[in-house]
């Protein structure tokens, strides 16, 4: 079935330096829903990109839609403490009407 | 703001049982979801709904069954529980901007983590 692959599965960085999560799909998207999980909650919904090409920003976190729509990306600048947690993207496709999560990337920042 | 309310957040059940999982939305959303999360899978869909009285298969429906009586509820039925289905489940709901649309972000209950003895 359809899938989308969510890279690296775990990241540890030191306070400070910059982080990003990557999701890849072969097929082409509709759109990309990008969620936060802080440890112990739920899925918290942050952006949705659906342009080709498209470019976000939210504070320190940029997020990308590809030109091809196959692939997304979420760049943090400087991550804080506060941004621990697992990074899920969830995307559509023409005609699917539901949404493919990838496996998540766990950010752990070390103070 | 959205609230998105599941019956309990810890459930522990016996292998055969009927289980029912409930999930309660008080924003007037037409779609709702029901997903399984496990550590290293993410999280996979396994039925929605877009409107009162249909659902749709999701990715992994085998042993669990919906029913969605009302717009704002949303039941999970694990018709018989087996230990694979050791998860803990989310319920989710969002507003749909057309029929059957999904371009909507979605809220997500706190989740019930469910063991099968």
């Known amino acids: 079935g359809q899938q989308v692959m969510q890279i690296p599965q775990y990241q540890h960085v030191q306070e400070g330096e910059d982080f990003t999560t990557y999701c890849n799909s072969s097929?082409?998207?509709?759109?990309i829903q990008w969620y936060k999980q802080r440890p112990g909650g739920h899925p918290v919904f942050l952006i949705q990109l659906v342009k080709s090409g498209e470019v976000k920003k939210q504070k320190r976190l940029t997020f990308q839609f590809g030109e091809a729509k196959k692939n997304s990306s979420l760049h943090i600048t400087a991550t804080q403490t506060t941004d621990v947690g697992t990074y899920f993207c969830a995307a559509t496709t023409s005609g699917t009407y539901k949404y493919i999560f990838g496996t998540g990337t766990r950010l752990k920042v070390l103070a | 703001d959205v609230k998105v309310t599941q019956s309990s957040r810890y459930l522990v059940k016996r292998t055969g049982e009927k289980v029912f999982l409930e999930c309660v939305q008080d924003?007037?959303?037409?779609?709702m979801f029901w997903y399984r999360q496990d550590p290293g899978l993410g999280l996979r869909l396994i039925y929605f709904s877009y409107d009162v009285k249909m659902k749709e298969k999701g990715d992994i429906p085998e042993g669990y069954s919906v029913s969605r009586e009302k717009k704002e509820r949303f039941s999970l039925i694990l018709e018989s529980a087996s230990t694979n289905q050791t998860s803990m489940y989310l319920c989710?709901?969002?507003?749909?901007?057309?029929?059957?649309?999904?371009?909507?972000?979605?809220?997500f209950g706190d989740g019930t983590r469910l063991s099968i003895l």
């Open positions: 989710a709901s969002s507003l749909s901007s057309g029929l059957g649309s999904m371009d909507q972000p979605q809220h």
């Open positions: 924003m007037d959303h037409e779609n």
């Open positions: 097929t082409t998207l509709s759109n």
